[in-house]
C-alpha cells in the first residue's frame, strides 16, 4: 500500500492538485495548436512553440528546469550534477540542452541565415528609398520601449516588449534571451500570434493614415538589378552595419551570409541546405525551446496581459510610421510613392508586403505593388536587426 500510495503522488494527476494553474496553462497551449493548425497562424513556428509550452507544463515531465538559467546565466555547475540553492540536484531534461541554443544566441543567427538564403534584395537595390521605409517602420520598437518605461518594466524588459513592433520573431526571441529572459515565452508568443495577425491589423491603419486617390497611385516598374550587385550588396551592408553597430553583427552577418550563398552561384548545396534542412531543423529546435519558457508562473501574470496589448500598440505603430514617411517623401518626389508600401517596412516577409498588394489592388486593379513592396519588406528586416543591436550595446 506504501509503494501504491507513493506511486500516485508521483503521478500528473496529483500534481496538478498542487498546482491548478497547470490546467490553464495546458488549455492555453492547446488554443495555440489550435490557431496554427486549424486557422494557420505562422504555423511553422507557432505549433512547436505551443506543443512545447505543453510539455513543460505537464506536472512531473521535469524536461525543462528554468534554475539552469536563473538571473539570465547559464548555470554550467548545475548541468553537471551539482545541487542547487534548495540542496536539490537536478537532472537536465531534454528542453535543457535545446533550449541552450536560445541562450546562447544560436537559434536566431541561423534563422537569420536561412532566411537571407530566401530572400531577394534586387526590390531594394533597385530602389534605394525604401530603405528609410523600413527604417520608419521600426518607430514602434522605440515608441514602445517609452510606454513599457511608463508601465514600471525595466529598460531591459521594455527593450525586449518594444522589439516586438520589428515583426521578426527570431529578433525579438534573440534581445529577450540577451535582456530579459524571463520574459520569452510571453514575448515569443506575442511575436508570432501578431505576425500571423498582420492582414488583419495593418489594412485598417492603411486606410485610415491614407486617401482613396494615394492608394491608386501607379508605381514605375523597377529597373533591372545585375548579378554583381546582388553579390556586392551583402558584403557592403556586412561591414557598415558591423562597424555601425557591432552587436548586431551576429543577426546581420549570418542574414547576409545566407544571402550571399544565394546570389553567388557557386554553392547551390550550401544555399539549399540553409533554406530547407537546416532552417526546418532550428525551427523545431527553437520552437520548442522557447515554448518551454512559458510556465504558469512565467506567463499568468500582469505582465504577460501588458506585453500581448503593447504588442498589438506596436505592429500598429510600426505600420503607421512606413506609411507617413512615405506620404512625406511625396511631398518631394516627381515619382510618387504609393503610402501602402511604406507598411511592409515591419518585416514580417513576405506577409505584410502581400497585404500592401492586396489593400492597393482593392482600390486600383491594375496596380501591382508586391515588388515595390518587398523593397521596405525586406529592409525592415535590416532595421529590426540594427535597432535589436542598438538596444542590445544600450541595455546589456
Not at 507513493?6 to 490553464?24: C, D, E, M, R, S
Not at 497562424?41 to 512531473?60: K, Q, S, Y
Not at 510618387?336 to 498588394?357: C, D, E, F, T
Request: aromatic content about 8%; proline content about 6%.
Amino acid at each position: 500500500m506504501e509503494t501504491f500510495i507513493n506511486f500516485i503522488h508521483q503521478t500528473g494527476f496529483y500534481l496538478i492538485a498542487q498546482n491548478p494553474k497547470v490546467l490553464i496553462m495546458l488549455l492555453i497551449s492547446c488554443v495555440l495548436i489550435y490557431l496554427a493548425i486549424v486557422k494557420k497562424f505562422e504555423p511553422l513556428l507557432l505549433l512547436p512553440i505551443a506543443f512545447g509550452m505543453l510539455l513543460t507544463n505537464l506536472p512531473g515531465a521535469e524536461i525543462f528546469h528554468d534554475q539552469l538559467f536563473a538571473n539570465g546565466y547559464v548555470h554550467w555547475d548545475l548541468f553537471g550534477g551539482a545541487a542547487d540553492t534548495t540542496g536539490k540536484t537536478i537532472t537536465p531534461g531534454l528542453i535543457d540542452y535545446l533550449y541552450l541554443g536560445v541562450k546562447l544566441g544560436i537559434y536566431p543567427c541561423l534563422i537569420f541565415l536561412g532566411v537571407g538564403a530566401m530572400t531577394d534584395f534586387g526590390p531594394l537595390i533597385a530602389n534605394p528609398k525604401s530603405l528609410l521605409l523600413g527604417a520608419a517602420a521600426q518607430l514602434g520598437i522605440f515608441l514602445t520601449y517609452v510606454a513599457a518605461r511608463y508601465l514600471g518594466f525595466t529598460p531591459q524588459e521594455a527593450s525586449s516588449i518594444g522589439i516586438i513592433g520589428g515583426a521578426d520573431g527570431p529578433t525579438a526571441i534573440y534581445v529577450t534571451t540577451q535582456l530579459a529572459p524571463h520574459l520569452l515565452g510571453p514575448i515569443a508568443v506575442a511575436a508570432y500570434s501578431y505576425m500571423a495577425l498582420v492582414p488583419v491589423i495593418q489594412p485598417p491603419i492603411m486606410k485610415l493614415l491614407t486617401t482613396r486617390k494615394e492608394r491608386q497611385i501607379e508605381m514605375v516598374a523597377l529597373r533591372q538589378v545585375s548579378k554583381m550587385e546582388k553579390i556586392i550588396f551583402p558584403i557592403i551592408i556586412t561591414i557598415f552595419v558591423a562597424l555601425l553597430v557591432p552587436s548586431a553583427a551576429p543577426l546581420v552577418g549570418a542574414l547576409m551570409l545566407g544571402n550571399l550563398l544565394k546570389e553567388c552561384g557557386v554553392v547551390e548545396r550550401l544555399s539549399q541546405t540553409a533554406q530547407n534542412e537546416l532552417m526546418n531543423i532550428v525551427t523545431i529546435f527553437l520552437g520548442i525551446s522557447v515554448g518551454a519558457t512559458a510556465t504558469s508562473d512565467t506567463f499568468l501574470n500582469l505582465a504577460t496581459i501588458q506585453i500581448l496589448c503593447m504588442g498589438v500598440i506596436a505592429f500598429g505603430m510600426g505600420t503607421a510610421g512606413g506609411v507617413l514617411l512615405a506620404k512625406f517623401m511625396n511631398l518631394f518626389l516627381k515619382n510618387k510613392i504609393n503610402p501602402l508600401i511604406g507598411s511592409a517596412g515591419v518585416s514580417a516577409v513576405p506577409m505584410a508586403a502581400r497585404v500592401s498588394q492586396v489593400v492597393g489592388q482593392k482600390e486600383n486593379p491594375s496596380n501591382f505593388l508586391l515588388m515595390h513592396a518587398m523593397g521596405p519588406n525586406v529592409a525592415g528586416v535590416i532595421g529590426s536587426a540594427i535597432a535589436a543591436g542598438v538596444l542590445i550595446a544600450l541595455f546589456q
